[in-house]
């Protein structure tokens, strides 16, 4: 019985600790340990509840795995309709509201709370005496699906309240909005597309999708969030004002969007939209606009609703971020896995801050879908992607010249052979030696996050192979100072440089180096399980299909594609050039963790542009000296870094105090 009892303690601290770093890591964006060391917790955490299953509760932070596929999902009727807003699509619009609302108010004064409007897709939480109960979607707003294990896999849902919120006498009840991040929807989609399925047209489908989806342990893949903005307890709004919900929200451990505001008037709401605005392309998330809400409870109440949205809020919707321009070509462009990727060349347009003059088509089948003829004029959006995407012809303005694509019947490189297997939807260039499917490998090959081989971007890698230097990824352990020297337009000095990099990347990890070798179905996060399961690359190429499928979260998809990898004879060898180069092939700690940490546990924040480096060199910059980058500024930044035109960010930081640092400062701190 003692034993029972210590061991109900132990694993009761342990989950305490764990909550207090995933409140860190998902919630407040300040992480204090390493993500291994949070794997580690969270392992030792497992391995107890297996020796005492009868300690397992549904708030402990092993419960978010994802469970066995469900059978369906069970209708619930929401405690109180989740409405949906009434639209302003302009000032005029905006104005009319506030008109409305004070006549409502009948010459009392009231505030408005300005809040971003995500777009995502609501989920309503209920949390019975402080712990998860239940995760429901909005439905039609009366029903909805009940999706609880699938909530319970989003990270900044705490599947119990924190205790520094005030305790609420009831079961409360927390909406929020479901959102994809932008670089996971990125991800998400060039995974899907290797894997031959449909891409997901924006984020907020991809959002849905997942949440929806039947499966839990594949909804943990997709990384979820949630920012809450609505707080009920027993069906009513337990504070005097909704600004004081939000401030209870943070507290009990939600994430609440800190871009929020409470606003006097509709000139604060109106400069709070602009001002947002300018923002939409930094904050990693989809936004389409704003909500306006009456902040008081009472005067909530006052207002009433219709029968489909409140009186006392209002969604301000920003532009479509769509365009119209001509398409001047259709080119065809090669990957590294071969794929023939069509891409629209197009008149340039000024599009949501940047000149847009190439838009992605994915595949053939998108050209046929769309009916695009070259010479078409197009309405083309971005919607999450780096490069926007044409959404429908404007067959109306056709002149009768536009011509029909024809799609290449050869490699459009390499001149070399393609096919399109049955049922497939890309069609690859198959020729082995093809510089294109080459050029692809070694800048995947070199990229941040496989090898980080800074400074070996495109230019030098299309150099290095017109010139035969490199014939695969294996060559480049082998490459001279004199060669590369020798190659047009390079000074020493850069050659040394490269030098110096391909040779630090010989101590990236294991998982980096598989993520690196550009196994088909083996992204990043793929890469990583192997590493852990399988300690080394020798391991991983003798594994068998069935031991590869055994491993959780790995399929046969990805398993017999491993294995096929590995049977290839050019492939093995290549694996023995680069042990034999020197290139770390066993797990451990790398040596880049473990040389120059000096900015180890210091949290930065990078805005603006600068001149010498991009944001993702910047960021593996601090990264590999044991830094940590955040979206965000908090109490908790140690430094912004401001480059040119720095915005909020930068304002926030001399807000809170937090030292910014420009361009030539952040090079010394370097030095
Ligand atoms: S308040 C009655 N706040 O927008 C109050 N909604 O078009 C309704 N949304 O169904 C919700 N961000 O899914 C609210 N900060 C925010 C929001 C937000 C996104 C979504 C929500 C709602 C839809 C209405």
Request: aromatic residues 6%; charged residues 30%.
């Amino acid at each position: 019985m003692a034993v029972g009892k210590s061991a109900a303690k132990n694993i009761e601290k342990l989950r305490e600790e764990i909550r207090r770093h995933e409140d860190l890591y998902y919630v407040q964006d300040s992480p204090e340990i390493s993500d291994r060391d949070y794997d580690q917790l969270l392992e030792e955490l497992q391995k107890l509840e297996q020796a005492h299953p009868e300690l397992i509760t549904p708030d402990s932070p092993t419960q978010r795995v994802g469970g066995r596929p469900a059978e369906g999902f069970a209708e619930v009727v929401h405690s109180r309709p989740m409405l949906s807003l009434d639209n302003t699509y302009n000032i005029e619009e905006l104005r009319a509201f506030d008109e409305r609302c004070r006549k409502l108010a009948d010459g009392r004064p009231f505030e408005y709370v300005a809040e971003l409007k995500i777009d995502g897709l609501s989920l309503s939480l209920k949390y019975e005496k402080g712990v998860l109960a239940q995760g429901v979607t909005r439905g039609d707003g009366r029903i909805g699906e009940e999706v609880t294990q699938n909530a319970r896999t989003i990270r900044s849902v705490p599947l119990r309240l924190k205790s520094g919120a005030k305790d609420l006498d009831g079961d409360v009840e927390v909406r929020g909005e479901v959102f994809i991040p932008l670089e996971v929807f990125r991800k998400t989609n060039a995974e899907r597309e290797e894997q031959g399925e449909p891409r997901f047209a924006n984020p907020r489908n991809a959002a849905a999708g997942a949440i929806r989806q039947l499966d839990s342990r594949l909804v943990a893949n997709r990384r979820l969030d949630m920012f809450a903005y609505d707080l009920l307890v027993g069906g009513r709004k337990p504070f005097a004002t909704h600004w004081e919900s939000l401030d209870w929200l943070e507290k009990a451990g939600f994430r609440v969007n800190s871009h929020r505001k409470l606003c006097k008037s509709i000139d604060e709401v109106i400069d709070f939209a602009n001002e947002k605005e300018a923002l939409r392309d930094d904050l990693g998330y989809e936004i389409d606009g704003l909500v306006v809400k009456v902040n008081s409870t009472a005067q909530q109440d006052d207002f009433g609703a219709t029968q489909k949205a409140p009186r006392w809020a209002a969604a301000y919707k920003y532009p479509a971020r769509q365009a119209s321009t001509q398409v001047l070509d259709i080119v065809v462009q090669v990957g590294r896995t071969g794929a023939l990727t069509p891409v629209a060349n197009l008149e340039p347009v000024f599009l949501a801050g940047t000149t847009v003059s190439r838009a992605t088509l994915h595949n053939e089948d998108e050209i046929k879908r769309l009916g695009l003829k070259i010479g078409d004029w197009v309405m083309i959006e971005k919607s999450g992607e780096i490069i926007p995407k044409v959404l429908s012809v404007i067959t109306a303005k056709r002149k009768g010249n536009e011509k029909p694509f024809k799609p290449p019947k050869k490699c459009p490189v390499c001149g070399g052979e393609i096919s399109r297997p049955e049922g497939e939807v890309v069609t690859r260039c198959i020729a082995a030696d093809c510089s294109a499917q080459l050029m692809g490998r070694l800048l995947h090959f070199a990229s941040r996050r496989a090898m980080r081989i800074e400074g070996l971007g495109e230019v030098l890698v299309i150099q290095l192979v017109e010139a035969k230097l490199v014939k695969d990824v294996g060559d480049l352990y082998e490459l001279t100072l004199e060669q590369v020297a020798g190659l047009p337009r390079m000074a020493k000095k850069s050659a040394t440089n490269l030098l110096d990099q391909i040779e630090a990347s010989k101590s990236r990890d294991l998982s980096s180096l598989i993520y690196a070798l550009g196994i088909r179905h083996v992204g990043e996060r793929t890469a990583g399980i192997l590493a852990k399961q399988f300690v080394s690359l020798q391991r991983l190429a003798e594994a068998t299909v069935e031991e590869l499928d055994d491993v959780p979260e790995i399929g046969l998809t990805v398993a017999e594609s491993v294995r096929d990898w590995f049977d290839d004879d050019g492939n093995r060898k290549l694996c023995d050039r680069l042990r034999a180069a020197g290139v770390k092939t066993e797990l451990g700690k790398s040596n880049d963790e473990t040389a120059d940490q000096r900015f180890a546990g210091k949290q930065f924040v990078l805005t603006g542009k600068m001149e010498t480096f991009t944001r993702d060199e910047a960021r593996s910059l601090i990264e590999a000296r044991g830094g940590r980058v955040n979206s965000s500024v908090s109490k908790k930044t140690d430094f912004v870094v401001a480059g040119e035109e720095a915005g909020s960010k930068l304002d926030k930081a001399t807000e809170l105090g937090v030292a910014v640092i420009d361009e030539a400062g952040f090079k010394t701190m370097m030095e």
